[in-house]
């Protein structure tokens, strides 16, 4: 299957500037970073019940294909506590945040908060994203990252991230993109294995970054499932493309395997489903 996810301008919904009761959000592309945006936030206030707007706005553009963001605060009253709900919507989409140039009384408000280990702080946007790096704070611990390279010049390899945290109780997120192919699809399933010999054995696949993935790519998915099955567990996966879906169902994998269209669907599936029998 071949296709591609890119951050879009469609998707962020009126780059520029998005009012809000309190505050507005100014959201603004990073030159040479594609999938970057800056979030700048201005008003009079930010309160602990004004998460669920500024909420929906980063999960329609890390949908979207945007994985890191640095948000810039010019607000005379701030409660940390929205941020931690977006902590949240990061793990589950491999996402990267993090702060730049913020003021003495900002600092001091995630210090009094306590959340202040969650996040990345930084003087300036360019030194925000630098230190987002590469690695992200929640990585499965002794999991790391898998990097090989595929067949051909214009082939990007595969990378596969896991991620889990407390809020999760226990499921993983694998986070793929890249190419699954006869050459990665080795270093996959072994991945996999392993995360499920660590114990986890409820995984969802976020699959939404996939460029290319070969017919094999069925079989080993059935194999991590039986692996998982014999654990007690179960996996899930996540395919928001239409046309990966069709491709998907033309194989008949939808009775073995369950797609859904966001992570939370998909980790609600392995918490509380039922997986079928392979």
């Not at 699954?180 to 660590?198: H, M, N, Q, Y």
């Not at 939404?208 to 998915?221: C, D």
């Not at 046309?243 to 369950?258: P, S, V, Y």
Request: include cysteine; charged fraction near 25%.
């Amino acid at each position: 299957m071949q296709g591609a996810m890119t951050a879009s301008d469609e998707i962020v919904p009126g780059l520029g500037d998005v009012p809000m009761e309190g505050f507005c959000a100014r959201l603004e592309r990073v030159p040479g970073h594609d999938q970057c945006l800056v979030v700048n936030l201005e008003g009079s206030c930010l309160e602990a019940n004004d998460g669920e707007p500024l909420l929906e706005i980063v999960e329609r553009c890390l949908r979207g294909g945007f994985d890191t963001f640095v948000f810039r605060l010019n607000l005379r009253r701030l409660s940390p506590y929205p941020f931690f709900g977006l902590f949240q919507k990061f793990v589950l989409y491999d996402g990267r945040m993090a702060f730049a140039g913020l003021g003495k009384r900002s600092l001091e408000a995630f210090t009094r908060s306590q959340l202040e280990c969650f996040f990345t702080f930084a003087p300036t946007v360019e030194e925000a994203l630098a230190r987002c790096g590469t690695e992200a704070p929640f990585d499965a611990a002794g999991l790391g990252v898998a990097v090989d390279r595929a067949v051909g010049p214009d082939s990007e390899g595969l990378r596969l991230r896991f991620s889990t945290a407390p809020f999760l109780k226990g499921i993983l997120i694998a986070h793929v993109s890249g190419v699954l192919d006869d050459l990665s699809l080795p270093v996959f399933e072994a991945k996999a294995r392993e995360a499920i010999g660590r114990g986890y054995t409820r995984i969802v696949f976020n699959m939404n970054r996939m460029r290319y993935w070969s017919n094999g790519t069925f079989a080993v998915l059935l194999d991590i499932l039986r692996a998982a099955l014999e654990r007690g567990g179960g996996i899930a996966l996540v395919l928001l493309d239409a046309r990966g879906r069709e491709i998907f169902d033309q194989h008949a994998m939808g009775q073995f395997l369950r797609v859904f269209e966001t992570v939370e669907e998909s980790v609600e599936y392995v918490r509380n489903g039922r997986p079928v029998k392979a």
